[in-house]
């Protein structure tokens, strides 16, 4: 029995797998160095053989074990390639993902752990172990999962949820906190700290930092208007009520509209769209923190440093911090 089964689908973003097993073998590199136990892995899939990933990568794969009671094996789940909540529910219907379903079901009822990231956590929810739990995934399917999952608690900003034996987490690249997580709890955090150290990673709470506006409307066309206004009236935002009797809709029927397809309230989309525009000043432009949060609508810097450090647990130096060690990393043009 491994520690660890990367779970792999016709679709999967090869980021995921190659990102879970460069972990895990700097992981076992590690380990073998300092005495200590190593930790063991596989690839599988619900019928074995060579499955091909996004992009046509492929990877060869041993078919799923049965489940016996009391099994210790992390079932990893990385996340398929989709680009709209309608290819993921086409996806989720398809004979493969059915099995999958059934084998994470059978994994956690005979008392494993199982972690997916990204669109792979809609198979938890087909699966049946999200009732009840909170969870997360990317930010931009969050409000799908909201509407297929109204008894599960989505955690849309949150970056990882650990609720029992289920782990979740949010974009294709959030694998890597779900193994650093693993690493830490099942190896202990000398083995943790020790991988992301070599592999410059560092664990995150957070996903909310990363929302770009424009794509939270989710099709719904008043959304899209409403985000394109706060947009464009910067610094000057509406209020709540000003911009629903624009938009000729009470401020409740507005909230609906905006919970319904971002999970968010109205308050928190503006905060989003603030905070984004933010960002991209302080890694873009050389204004001062007042003339930031000034030109974001905020006129005491105290409030845009509150709202950084609550959603993106940064403060704005940290960003533009960020962004001029980023700047200075490049080629030089010369072999």
């Known amino acids: 029995m491994k520690d660890f089964e990367v779970l792999m689908l016709p679709g999967t973003n090869p980021s995921g797998v190659a990102m879970t097993r460069d972990i895990l073998s700097a992981a076992a590199l590690f380990a073998a160095r300092q005495g200590e136990a190593v930790p063991t892995w596989g690839l599988y899939s619900p019928m074995g053989g060579h499955v091909k990933m996004q992009g046509g990568i492929g990877a060869d794969t041993l078919r799923l074990p049965g489940r016996k009671r009391g099994t210790r094996s992390v079932l990893l789940v990385p996340g398929l390639w989709v680009t709209d909540a309608r290819e993921l529910r086409?996806?989720?219907?398809?004979?493969?993902c059915r099995r999958a379903v059934r084998h994470v079901a059978a994994h956690v009822a005979a008392g494993g752990r199982v972690a997916a990231s990204c669109s792979a956590v809609f198979l938890l929810h087909a699966a049946g172990v999200l009732a009840g739990r909170h969870a997360t995934t990317t930010w931009w399917l969050a409000p799908e999962l909201s509407r297929m999952a109204p008894e599960t608690r989505v955690e849309a900003n949150r970056i990882l949820c650990v609720d029992g034996p289920v782990i979740t987490a949010g974009a294709a690249f959030a694998q890597s906190d779900v193994m650093l997580y693993l690493l830490r709890?099942?190896?202990?955090?000398?083995?943790?700290?020790?991988?992301?150290r070599v592999l410059l990673l560092h664990e995150r709470s957070e996903?909310?930092?990363f929302v770009v506006p424009s794509m939270l409307a989710s099709g719904d066309a008043l959304v899209?208007?409403?985000t394109r206004r706060v947009e464009t009236s910067l610094p000057a935002v509406p209020s709540v009520s000003a911009l629903a009797s624009e938009f000729c809709v009470s401020e409740r029927t507005l909230g609906r509209r905006v919970r319904h397809a971002t999970g968010m309230s109205t308050i928190e989309l503006i905060q989003s769209v603030r905070l984004h525009r933010a960002r991209s000043l302080l890694q873009t432009s050389r204004m001062a923190i007042e003339q930031v949060a000034a030109a974001v609508g905020y006129r005491d810097p105290t409030a845009l440093r509150r709202l950084m450090r609550k959603v993106a647990g940064a403060t704005p130096?940290?960003?533009r911090?960020?962004?001029?060690?980023?700047?200075?990393?490049g080629f030089s043009g010369r072999s």
Do not use: E, H, N
């Open 321 to 329: 911090g960020s962004a001029a060690v980023s700047g200075r990393v």
């Open 207 to 209: 996903q909310a930092q």
């Open 185 to 196: 709890q099942r190896f202990g955090s000398k083995l943790a700290d020790g991988v992301s």
């Open 317 to 319: 130096s940290g960003y």
């Open 90 to 96: 086409q996806r989720m219907d398809a004979d493969d």
């Open 224 to 226: 899209t208007r409403l």
